[in-house]
Every structure is written in C-alpha cells, then in structure tokens.
T-cell receptor, first 112, second 115 residues
Framework: QQQVKQSPQSLIVQKGGISIINCAYE??????FPWYQQFPGKGPALLIA?????SEKKEGRFTISFNKSAKQFSLHIMDSQPGDSATYFC???????????FGSGTKLNVKP | DVKVTQSSRYLVKRTGEKVFLECVQD?????MFWYRQDPGLGLRLIYF???????EKGDIPEGYSVSREKKERFSLILESASTNQTSMYLC??????????????FGPGTRLTVT
C-alpha cells in the first residue's frame, strides 16, 4: 500500500504549456515533501521541496502548491520545455533517518 | 561535487545465483538506502542503514540482505536471485547532520536482469 499516491502516470504537454502533477498522502506525521526529477539513464535528483508550514514554494519555472488540510501537494511546471521531459517523483518524509516514501512517478513528455 | 557510484550499470544473472550490488558514496553521509524502481510502482525502499553495521528493513526486504562494514559503502545482496527481482536498483545517501537538510543523493542505478 503506497503511502503517497501520485497522478497522472503519464503526461503530454505542448512546449510553453503548464504541466501539473498531483500527489496525496494520509500520514499527518510527514513534514517534508520533495520532488525528484529523473532523466533516462540517470538516478533521480532533487528538484524542489517544501515543508508544511508554507502553502507554496517557487523556484524558477517550478512551483510546489501545498494543501495541508486536504493532504495534497502538486508540482506545476510553467512554460514547459522539451528539456523538462523526464520522470517526476513526489515523496514525503518524517524526521526518521530521512526515510522517504515515493509516489509511483509521472512520465512527462513535452512536445516541441 | 557529491557522488554516489554503483558498481555496475547493467548486470545479467541466472536464477539461483547470489548477487552483490555495491554502492559507494564520497560525502561522508551517515544514511544509505537501497531502492528498487519498477514502472508504475515508483521507488520502493528495500533496506536502509543509518550507521556502520546498522541496518533497518524497508518496505520490501524479502529476498534481500545488506551489509555496511564501512561508512562509505553499502552492499545489497540477493541471496538466491529470482526472475521477479529483475529491476532497476538505486542506491542513495543522505546526512541528517546537516540541520534541516534532507536531500537524498542517488547513484545512476544498476539494471539487473535475472534469467
């Protein structure tokens, strides 16, 4: 049983469009929510992360929106580019040895 | 520049063989993790270690064991490989000593095929 549920499984977006990936969780003890980006043949790498004391965090074209009451968070990629084509994983963690619970992943394809 | 290296990018083994996957990190991190990645299932934690010789089961430890004799090295062992262990295996490390810094750094992965 996955502790973090991620959707959609795959996403196709035109260049310049907005990509939105959603995640939901149940465990209210989670206090750190990172997003990882993985290119083919590479390991995942941290993209952006948020703590539940803020509702939004923005870094360049990437924004996390966090809804604590709904236990949901999402990644928005503005002005999506073909170079953003990758698999994205959301995750959640408690302060317990940095153990992460990952979502099932979203394969994003940005068409030129 | 932080680095996590894995001993092999691709590995093909036969059913019943004992398989060793090695991971080395050069960041002096306390925590190390082994995940397997399967399509539609994301990353699932097999084992993790928070100190030398210490280990904890993750969510799917069955059929696997681990060894951490030195801080920088964490090995995943498949005692008797089976075809359902065909997967991508990812190693990661992190350091709780950096206050508020939870980032896990991943290696490039080992794609294991068991025939």
């Amino acid at each position: 049983q996955q502790q973090v549920k991620q959707s959609p499984q795959s996403l196709i977006v035109q260049k310049g469009g907005i990509s939105i990936i959603n995640c939901a969780y149940e465990n209210t003890a989670f206090d750190y929510f990172p997003w990882y980006q993985q290119f083919p043949g590479k390991g995942p790498a941290l993209l952006i992360a948020i703590r539940p004391d803020v509702s939004e965090k923005k870094e360049g074209r990437f924004t996390i929106s966090f809804n604590k009451s709904a236990k949901q968070f999402s990644l928005h990629i503005m002005d999506s580019q073909p170079g953003d084509s990758a698999t994205y994983f959301c995750a959640a963690s408690t302060d317990n040895f940095n153990k992460f619970y990952f979502g099932s992943g979203t394969k994003l394809n940005v068409k030129p | 520049d932080v680095k996590v290296t894995q001993s092999s990018r691709y590995l093909v083994k036969r059913t019943g063989e004992k398989v060793f996957l090695e991971c080395v990190q050069d960041m002096d991190h306390e925590n190390m993790f082994w995940y397997r990645q399967d399509p539609g299932l994301g990353l699932r934690l097999i084992y993790f270690s928070y100190d030398v010789k210490m280990k904890e089961k993750g969510d799917i430890p069955e059929g696997y064991s681990v060894s951490r004799e030195k801080k920088e090295r964490f090995s995943l062992i498949l005692e008797s490989a089976s075809t359902n262990q065909t997967s991508m295996y990812l190693c990661a490390s992190s350091s709780p000593a950096l206050a508020g810094h939870y980032e896990q750094y991943f290696g490039p992965g080992t794609r294991l095929t068991v025939t």
